[in-house]
């Protein structure tokens, strides 16, 4: 069974930082892209990052680049988030979830139950 | 960047009648390569993760409904419930995958008239 399970939300001051994790089971972590999608309160799905299944290619939503980082650590099936320069705006339920494939052009297929993340204004 | 526009914003219908939403990309995501459509369809209900329940357009995942189907190509894509059921209360979003730089819909609440 594919579990997904985030770690590492909370309150955090505007300009703080904050390291989201997600711990992979249940399939082939290596074969499968893996991203980040948020949703703020009362708000649609927003896509915030993704990595290739091998690690070496990653992606990122404009109001995220440059502060955001995507890793993964293959070994240790686990996937993180390195979150700085924190907006009022990255407040939101942040979802882990796995690509149908390993390339980054894919459908998420599971989801983890997400991780608050909430940065006061 | 791909941009995805769901209509309507909202749709209240009766109890075993169809549900139909819309999807529109900016741009195709038809893959010339394959002939495949490279875009999926959410279920996403408060308090749970969502869920997928159609990918490369009109593909079913397994376990989902036979009342949900997708349809369409190129930039115009629908989802339908053709008798819906109290549990498909839901906001039901669409998504891209033609681009790395994935895109999703503003979203759909489906709701129970």
């Known amino acids: 069974e594919v579990q997904l399970l985030e770690s590492g939300g909370g309150l955090e001051e505007p300009g703080g930082s904050l390291r989201l994790s997600c711990a992979a089971s249940?399939?082939?972590?290596?074969?499968?892209?893996m991203t980040w999608v948020r949703q703020a309160p009362g708000k649609g799905l927003e896509w915030v990052s993704a990595?290739?299944?091998?690690?070496?290619?990653?992606y990122y939503a404009d109001s995220v680049k440059g502060r955001f980082t995507i890793s993964r650590d293959n070994s240790k099936k686990m996937l993180y988030l390195q979150m700085n320069s924190l907006r009022a705006e990255d407040s939101a339920v942040y979802y882990c979830a796995k690509g149908s494939a390993s390339i980054s052009s894919s459908f998420f297929d599971h989801w983890g139950q997400g991780t608050l993340v909430t940065v006061p204004s | 960047d791909i941009v995805m526009t769901q209509s309507p914003d909202s749709l209240a219908v009766s109890l075993g009648e169809r549900a139909t939403i819309n999807c529109r990309s900016s741009?195709?995501?038809?893959?010339?390569?394959?002939?495949?459509?490279?875009l999926a369809w959410y279920q996403h209900k408060p308090g749970q993760s969502p869920k997928l329940l159609i990918s490369w357009a009109s593909t079913r995942e397994s376990g989902v409904p036979e009342r949900f189907s997708g349809s369409g190509s190129g930039t115009d894509f629908t989802l339908t419930i053709s008798s819906l059921q109290a549990e498909d209360v839901a906001v039901y979003f669409c998504q891209q995958y033609y681009s790395p730089l994935i895109s999703f819909g503003q979203g759909t609440r489906l709701e129970i008239k």
């Open positions: 990595i290739t299944g091998s690690g070496v290619s990653t």
């Open positions: 741009q195709s995501v038809l893959y010339s390569s394959n002939n495949k459509n490279y």
């Open positions: 249940g399939f082939i972590f290596t074969s499968h892209a």
